[in-house]
T-cell receptor
Framework: AQSVTQLGSHVSVSEGALVLLRCNYSSSVPPYLFWYVQYPNQGLQLLLKYTTGATLVKGINGFEAEFKKSETSFHLTKPSAHMSDAAEYFCAVGYTGGGNKLTFGTGTQLKVEL | DTAVSQTPKYLVTQMGNDKSIKCEQNLGHDTMYWYKQDSKKFLKIMFSYNNKELIINETVPNRFSPKSPDKAHLNLHINSLELGDSAVYFC??????????????FGPGTRLTVT
């Protein structure tokens, strides 16, 4: 069985500060990992994904994440927060042969303050 | 152009009623899904279809019945609605079940309120 833990249901940063959203996963097989963003009253938008290959992946809106197998982590970062980054962020894990079933974390609400 | 669309966006109904939510994708994807997002924003998969074939059927009450008339459409019919069915339902699609094209694209959601 797979699971995802997102540490911190609420994260608050100042505009211009580093954004770090934490995601740890559990998987008995090589995982595929995703970050999604959800703006209020909208669907989920894919930020970035890791399947195989380079462990540092870049996504949209200046976000990136690094797959660390030894730490079973896939933390999301952005060097400089912008007010428009305020949203709910979800980490998800899947695996090959899993019928493309994604297991989502419980989400992290990012607040950006002036 | 809307990639994954759902109708209706809002649905308010009384307990015991039957309702349907429709989903269409114009991405040419093979696989479609239904997710339920509860009031705490927890997302859980309900069903997935690949080329009209049911692939995933999580432990969902049999009052929920998905139907895929073709690979671009996946509808969700709910019988005898209960208060606990109130949630946001998301449709999603992905290119395929194999290879590395696992990313899923989500629709805007349907907010179902059962009174």
């Amino acid at each position: 069985a797979q699971s995802v833990t997102q540490l911190g249901s609420h994260v608050s940063v100042s505009e211009g500060a580093l954004v770090l959203l934490r995601c740890n996963y559990s998987s008995s097989v090589p995982p595929y990992l995703f970050w999604y963003v959800q703006y209020p009253n909208q669907g989920l938008q894919l930020l970035l994904k890791y399947t195989t290959g380079a462990t540092l992946v870049k996504g949209i809106n200046g976000f990136e994440a690094e797959f660390k197998k030894s730490e079973t982590s896939f933390h999301l970062t952005k060097p400089s927060a912008h007010m428009s980054d305020a949203a709910e962020y979800f980490c998800a894990v899947g695996y090959t042969g899993g019928g493309n079933k994604l297991t989502f974390g419980t989400g992290t609400q990012l607040k950006v303050e002036l | 152009d809307t990639a994954v669309s759902q109708t209706p966006k809002y649905l308010v109904t009384q307990m015991g009623n039957d309702k349907s939510i429709k989903c269409e994708q114009n991405l040419g994807h093979d696989t479609m899904y239904w997710y339920k997002q509860d009031s705490k924003k927890f997302l859980k998969i309900m069903f997935s279809y690949n080329n009209k074939e049911l692939i995933i059927n999580e432990t969902v009450p049999n009052r929920f019945s998905p139907k895929s008339p073709d690979k671009a459409h996946l509808n969700l019919h709910i019988n005898s609605l209960e208060l606990g069915d109130s949630a946001v339902y998301f449709c999603a699609s992905s290119p395929s079940l194999t290879g590395q094209k696992y990313e899923q694209y989500f629709g805007p959601g349907t907010r179902l309120t059962v009174t």
